[in-house]
């Protein structure tokens, strides 16, 4: 049996994989010959991140696929309900990456309150010659404990995000349109732990009651945050997106940065990738990270055992 890792996939699960008598494949496909190397190969999974799609036409042309995984959580990238509909397995690992994501929306947040973003592009141009200009453009740094960060989508990346705001000393308000109430557990280093349920509210009242927005929903057909979503939000709020592009409008974004609406935005994720629009890129009230929120050594290993115990529970055990 063989498993092509188009995108990757960690040493810890390829170990896995292989000590269960499972070749794996980790040479990089161009899309346009996916099928003929799936083919070729007779190759019964295709593991995929965010660089490969398999829609119907792969689906339809690669009898020999039995899975199709996707290393992480959204599978916009999948025509999941027509490769079920033909039989095939398709599986994800939605809880694997959620803390590394959380913890990048906390990098965004506390470079941005520290303007730590625009310090860096200039500190190496000016550092030398302008230190007390530079140090007095920085000097109104904002603190996040005490501030109430607004959670649009409390699921599991959500739920983390609250964790680490609870630790920080934040009030944290959420949305979702599928969750009334959830109860987040926080463990501490010496064995303790302590519950707090937060129950989630509108969108609306999210967005004008918090100081920092944070988005963490699935592809959209339209935006979520558009002109008059921040108009409701308060002057001078931040706004973090590590889901998913085109959730924002960034036409939007551009117009509410420049008129000092909103203070700053996080951005790991872009309406146009893997070519972000240039007013995005060089807009300086923006902080930037190439869609790294799953890319830690961390949750790379997860995500990789996870997806080879499923594989061997599908293909050598026979689970469902």
């Known amino acids: 049996m063989k498993v092509l890792a188009n995108d990757g996939v960690s040493q810890s699960g390829i170990d896995a994989l292989e000590k269960a008598g499972i070749e794996v494949i980790t040479t990089k496909v161009a899309q346009e010959q996916l099928v003929n190397y799936v083919n070729e190969n007779k190759v019964d999974v295709v593991l995929v991140r965010s660089a490969t799609t398999v829609r119907k036409e792969v689906i339809d042309s690669c009898p ?23 039989g095939l397995h398709v599986i994800n690992t939605p809880a694997a990456s959620s803390q590394s994501v ?16 625009d310090s860096n592009r200039n500190m190496p141009l000016d550092g030398d010659t302008k230190f007390k200009n530079l140090k007095k453009n920085y000097a109104k740094g904002l603190e996040l404990r005490g501030k109430t960060i607004g959670i649009i989508g409390f699921g599991r990346i959500g739920q983390e995000v609250a964790k680490i705001a609870i630790g920080v000393g934040m009030k944290v308000i959420a949305a979702d349109k599928f969750i009334e109430e959830a109860s987040v557990q926080l463990n501490f280093f010496d064995g303790q732990s302590s519950d707090f349920k937060i129950k989630t509210q509108s969108m609306e009242s999210v967005l004008k009651e918090s100081d920092f927005v944070t988005l963490h929903v699935p592809a959209q057909k339209k935006y979520v945050i558009g002109k008059s979503q921040f108009e409701m939000m308060k002057d ?11 959730v924002i409008d960034e036409v939007a974004l551009i117009e509410v940065l420049e008129t000092g609406k909103i203070a700053f935005a996080g951005l790991d994720t872009f309406e146009e990738e893997p070519t972000p629009a240039i007013k995005v ?21 997860r995500i990789g055992t996870e997806l080879a115990s499923q594989i061997i ?8």
């Not at 995984?69 to 309900?81: A, E, L, P």
Request: hydrophobic share 40%.
């Open 64 to 86: 020999s696929l039995k899975i199709i995984g996707r290393g992480g959580v959204g599978m916009d990238n999948i025509d999941v309900d027509y490769a079920r509909s033909k």
């Open 102 to 117: 959380a913890e990048l929306v906390f990098a965004h947040l506390y470079g941005s309150v520290r303007f730590l973003h």
């Open 236 to 246: 001078g709020a931040g706004i973090i997106n590590a889901a998913r592009g085109g």
């Open 281 to 301: 890129l060089m807009n300086e009230s923006i902080s930037l990270t190439p869609h790294i929120g799953a890319a830690t050594n961390e949750a790379q290993d």
């Open 313 to 320: 529970d599908i293909l050598l055990n026979g689970k469902n």
